[in-house]
């Protein structure tokens, strides 16, 4: 069966160090899977998907994940946090086409 | 690209009224729409599963009969939130994903707020 974990709910940094946003999946299948952010009173919006092509996938606003097997994981990461960041993420695995989605990480960004 | 429209954006309305939420798929089709309700400060709760053409799943602790979930093509899924109460204000987002390996589609949300 399906799963993913955000291992962390809640996340702060300081303007201008890095982002590590972390994502654990367990599946049978391949898997396809995607990054979402949220930012305050707004819509969801995708970030990011790995679907089987190359392993770093890049996004929109300088957010990159690296899909990797061995570990099972799809960690979000920027390398430099803008107070624009501060939202909540939310990792997905769609492989299946139905609703395998974490809990979401709540990105804090200190001036 | 896909996009799933949601209808209305905001509603306020007085206790006791029903209010129905519209989510539709624009330009693909949906067998399968998901609804949340997040609480202000709060992560996104997923409410319930919409199958076309079937009962919804919903999750443990939502009430199916005040919570009714229709979803009567593969273009339209609703939510009707019966005789709703100040503690129903919330905001609910819909979703729908395309059949293959495709993200999740979100509608803009539906701020819900009872007097």
């Known amino acids: 069966a399906q799963s993913v974990t955000q291992l962390d709910s809640h996340v702060s940094v300081s303007e201008g160090t890095p982002v590590l946003l972390r994502c654990n999946y367990s599946?049978?299948?391949?898997?396809?899977l995607f990054w979402y952010v949220q930012h305050p009173n707004k819509g969801l919006q995708l970030l990011l998907k790995?679907?089987?092509?190359?392993?770093l996938v890049k996004g929109i606003n300088g957010f990159e994940a690296e899909f990797k097997k061995s570990e099972t994981s799809f960690h979000l990461t920027k390398p430099s946090a803008h107070m624009s960041d501060a939202a909540e993420y939310f990792c997905?695995?769609?492989?299946?086409?139905?609703?395998?989605f974490g809990k979401g990480t709540k990105l804090s960004v200190k001036p | 690209g896909a996009v799933v429209s949601q209808h209305p954006s905001r509603v306020i309305c007085k206790s006791g009224t029903s209010v129905k939420i519209e989510c539709r798929s624009l330009?693909?089709?949906?067998?399968?729409m998901f609804w949340y309700r997040q609480f202000p400060k709060k992560s996104l709760m997923l409410m319930a599963t919409?199958?076309?053409?079937?009962?919804?799943?919903?999750e443990q602790g939502v009430e199916k009969d005040k919570f009714l979930i229709n979803h009567a093509s593969l273009t339209l899924s609703t939510l009707t939130v019966t005789s709703a109460h100040p503690e129903d204000s919330s905001f609910y987002i819909c979703?729908?994903?395309?059949?293959?390996?495709?993200?999740?589609?979100f509608g803009d949300g539906t701020r819900l707020s009872i007097l």
């Open positions: 790995y679907t089987s092509a190359a392993t």
């Open positions: 919409s199958n076309e053409g079937s009962k919804a799943t919903y």
């Open positions: 330009d693909f089709q949906a067998t399968t």
């Open positions: 599946s049978s299948y391949s898997p396809s």
């Open positions: 997905d695995e769609g492989s299946q086409g139905n609703l395998i």
């Open positions: 979703s729908a994903r395309v059949p293959g390996d495709q993200p999740q589609h």
